[in-house]
C-alpha cells in the first residue's frame, strides 16, 4: 500500500484498473462523475462540491483518499460511509479476479468506489486523484469537468522535480472536449494547461479569473465557521457566505469550486445560491471530513490540520501565529519521502515541539526528526508515539497557550482518537 509503505506501493499505468473494471462491468461508464486533481486542495474542492449537491437535493457519491481513522471514510454516498459489510462482500466477490491480475491496494480501492457508486444510482460522483493524474487509476472516468486545484511541490520521486512536470501529471486528467477549470492561475504551470485544453478541445477556466474569495474575519472558536465574501468578475457576489472549513487556504479553493459548480449548471444541474450557502456552511456535517483547521479542544486551544509539504504548511502556519496565545506547543510528525528539511525550515523558532512519529512504517523515526529539527534551532523532544507527544504537550500547555498537531495526515489520524472535536 502506497499510504502504508511509499512508492514501493504505487503502480503506474490504468491496465490493471481498465481489468478489473471490464470484468464488472464496466461501472465508471454507470455514473456522471466530476474529476479533482492538485497538489494541494483537492479533498477540500471534493468535499465543498459534494456538500453543495447534496444540498441541491443530488444523490451524491464522493471518493477520496486517504482515510483518517476507518478505510470506509474514502468511499461515501451523501456522507454516508460505505458500510463494512458491503466492503466485506464485496471483496469475497471478486477475490478470484484479485488473484488473477494482482492490482495495487489503491486499483481496488477505485474498483470498489466505482461499483459501489453505479450500484447506488448515485446522480453525480465526486472523484478525487490518489497521486498525479495520467496514471492515476481513478483517470479511467470520462466526467461531466475536472478541476484541478494547485501545483506545488509533492511526490516528485513519482511525478516529476519541477512544476511543469508535475503540472503535466494532474493535466493528464483532462478528456477530449471536457470543461476542466483550474483553482490558481500559476505562471509557472498555466501554459501547461492551455497546451494541454487546445489539444483535447476542451473548454478551459482558470477559476482565480473569474472568482475571488476572501475572509472577512477569523472563524469562531466555538462554531468554526468563517465569514467569507466572494465576487465575481468584480462584482458582489456571495456577501455574508459561511464557510466551514476555516483555513486560510480555503480561499485559494473556493474560486475553483464555484467555477466548477458553473460547469455543471451549464449541464443541467439545478444549483441555486441558497444550497451554495447551505453547502459551504454545513459541509464537514453533510460530508464527514475532518482534519482541516479542526479545532479540537480548549483552554488550552488545540488546532490540528493535515497540510503536510511546504505550500500546504507555510499557509496553516500563517493563521496559527495570527492565533491569540501565550505560548505555542507544536505536536510535529513527519513521512519519509517528504521534504522534512523544507518543512522544518518554516516553523516558527520560538516555539515548543513534541515530535513524534505515526504508527506506519513510512512514519520518520520521531529521533531522526528531532535531531533535524535541533540543528535548525527548533526546541523540543522526541515522544515515544502521538498519543504520548499529544499528552505532553496538553500538560505544558498553560489554558491560554495554543496546541498545534500535524505535519502528517497520520499523526492528525491518530490524533482524531483521542480527541472528540469540539
Known amino acids: ?4 509503505v511509499g512508492a514501493a506501493g504505487f503502480k503506474k499505468g490504468l491496465g490493471n484498473t481498465l481489468k478489473l473494471a471490464e470484468a464488472m462491468g464496466h461501472p465508471e461508464q454507470k455514473f456522471r462523475s466530476v474529476h479533482v486533481a492538485g497538489t494541494n486542495g483537492k479533498g477540500s474542492s471534493s468535499h465543498l462540491l459534494a456538500a453543495v449537491l447534496q444540498a441541491a437535493g443530488y444523490n451524491v457519491g464522493l471518493y477520496t483518499s486517504p482515510h483518517l481513522r476507518e478505510f470506509t471514510e474514502r468511499v461515501r454516498v451523501n456522507g454516508q460511509e460505505l458500510s463494512a ?5 464485496w471483496v469475497a466477490r471478486w477475490r478470484p479476479l484479485f488473484e488473477e491480475v494482482e492490482p495495487s491496494f489503491f486499483e481496488m480501492c477505485v474498483a470498489l468506489a466505482f461499483s459501489y457508486f453505479a450500484e447506488q444510482r448515485v446522480d453525480v460522483a465526486i472523484v478525487e486523484v490518489g497521486l498525479g493524474g ?3 487509476s481513478t483517470n479511467i472516468i470520462t466526467p461531466l469537468v475536472s478541476l484541478i486545484t494547485n501545483i506545488s511541490y509533492d511526490h516528485q520521486a513519482l511525478l516529476g522535480n519541477t512544476l511543469p512536470e508535475i503540472a503535466g501529471e494532474k493535466a493528464g486528467i483532462i478528456k477530449p472536449s471536457v470543461p ?3 483553482s ?3 505562471p509557472e504551470v498555466a501554459d501547461v494547461f492551455k497546451r494541454e485544453a487546445a489539444a483535447k478541445l476542451a473548454h478551459l477556466v482558470f477559476a482565480d479569473q ?5 475572509f472577512t474575519d477569523e472563524p469562531s472558536l466555538q462554531t468554526g ?3 467569507v465574501a466572494v465576487t465575481q468578475q468584480g462584482r458582489p457576489y456571495l456577501l455574508n457566505a459561511e464557510l466551514g472549513l476555516p483555513g486560510d487556504y480555503q480561499q485559494l479553493n473556493l474560486p475553483g469550486v464555484l467555477a466548477t459548480l458553473d460547469e455543471l449548471r451549464a449541464q443541467g444541474f439545478r444549483i441555486t445560491e441558497a444550497a451554495i450557502r447551505t453547502g459551504l456552511r454545513q459541509v464537514t456535517h453533510l460530508t464527514g471530513l475532518r482534519g482541516r483547521w479542526s479545532i479540537i479542544g480548549h483552554h488550552p486551544l488545540v488546532v490540528a490540520d493535515t497540510g503536510h509539504n511546504a505550500a500546504g504548511l507555510r499557509l496553516v502556519l500563517a493563521q496559527l ?3 491569540p496565545h501565550r505560548h505555542l506547543h507544536l505536536v510535529i510528525g513527519a513521512v519519509n519521502d517528504k521534504d522534512v528539511a523544507g518543512m522544518l525550515a518554516l516553523l516558527p523558532k520560538e516555539a515548543t515541539y513534541y515530535f513524534c512519529a505515526a504508527n506506519i512504517p513510512r512514519a520518520l523515526p520521531a529521533d531522526d526528526l528531532a535531531r533535524q529539527a535541533a540543528a535548525l534551532g527548533l526546541q523540543g523532544r522526541a515522544c515515544a508515539s502521538v498519543a504520548l507527544a499529544v499528552a505532553a504537550a496538553h500538560q505544558a500547555a498553560a489554558p491560554d497557550d495554543v496546541v498545534f498537531i500535524g505535519g502528517s495526515t497520520f499523526v492528525v489520524a491518530e490524533v482524531e482518537d483521542l480527541y472528540r472535536p469540539a
Open 1 to 4: 500500500m502506497f499510504q502504508r
Open 321 to 323: 501565529l495570527r492565533l
Open 184 to 186: 490558481q492561475s500559476q
Open 210 to 214: 473569474v472568482y475571488h474569495a476572501e
Open 134 to 136: 495520467r496514471l492515476d
Open 180 to 182: 476542466v477549470v483550474v
Open 225 to 227: 465557521l468563517r465569514p
Open 85 to 89: 459489510d458491503y466492503l466485506v462482500e
